[in-house]
């Protein structure tokens, strides 16, 4: 079946970096587009991060340009969200999605996501 798995978060200073895996199974991984999403308390979730399957092309919301990087490997079914300079902001639940559009159906998949908390 599906799976994403999340991986890397955890508690950081202001200032420090984190970096978030997740594995994919179950599905073509390098057919997929791959995003980061997160979601704070109390606020709707947004996209933070976006990769094309062939990973040439990146997207990356204001707030984090800059400072976050996504990249992938698809020999191993692996994206990754190299988060730099960490504000409190930056504190949510980070979430892995996998994208795809074939002919009218749409597939989309999504991990159980990890907690990030900036706070020192």
């Known amino acids: 079946q599906v799976q994403l798995v999340e991986s890397g978060g955890g508690l950081v200073q202001p200032g420090g970096s984190l970096r978030l895996s997740c594995a994919a199974s179950g599905f073509t991984f390098s057919s997929f587009a791959m995003n980061w999403h997160r979601q704070a308390p109390g606020k709707e979730r947004e996209l933070v991060a976006a990769i094309t399957s062939n990973g040439r092309n990146t997207n990356y919301a204001d707030s984090v340009k800059g400072r976050f990087t996504i990249s992938r490997d698809n020999a191993k079914n692996t994206v990754y969200l190299q988060m730099n300079s960490l504000k409190p902001e930056d504190t949510a639940v980070y979430y892995c999605?996998?994208?795809?559009?074939?002919?009218?159906?749409?597939?989309?998949?999504w991990g159980q996501g990890t907690q990030v908390t900036v706070s020192s």
């Open positions: 999605n996998a994208r795809r559009v074939s002919g009218l159906r749409e597939y989309d998949y």
